[in-house]
């Protein structure tokens, strides 16, 4: 048995409650299980997500290089998802599930600050290293990664959009990690 066999899953385990999931399917209303947005997390824990955001810058720069082009965007997505998530965890002590809201939350740290906060004015300091280009940049391309997971076609396979997209994913990561 692998880690993975141990997690839980959201399927319908009774015969009625697969009927019942399926026929939300055919009516287009699927009920998705909701989850917390902000989920608290120990500070300490900020070293997973800088380690898994260099693991996939890794995962992109191979892809890049098999010439994997339109796929690099998937990783390095997820390299600046984890990094935006370790400020989040390492200052606030939270994680964000929600990919849009972790956008919105650096915005709001970065732009607004956070009041209820003793750290906020470092939390800003720290997040003044990322330009609002550099937020911009990755909510399009948390939509790009989207389109590339979920609808594939040609549009973003092309060595200099996959050079351009692995570039600004490690600086993002690199302004993350700088002191």
Known sequence: MTIIDELPDNLPETPEKIERAFQDCQKEQRQIVKTRTFIRVAPEEYNNYIHSALEALQAAQVLFDNECYGWVVVPAYSAIYQAGNAVLIKELGQECRDHF????????????????????????????????????????LRLVRSAVIY?????????????????????????????
């Open 101 to 140: 809201c972790l956008l919105i939350s650096l915005l709001k740290a970065k732009k607004i600050g956070w009041t209820d906060l003793q750290n906020a004015t470092y939390l800003k300091k720290e997040l003044e290293k990322i330009s609002d280009d550099d937020i911009k940049y990755a909510s399009k």
């Open 151 to 179: 609808k594939p076609a040609n549009a973003y396979n092309e060595k200099s959009i996959a050079a351009e997209v692995l570039e600004r994913a490690r600086s993002f990561v690199n302004n993350i990690l700088q002191p």
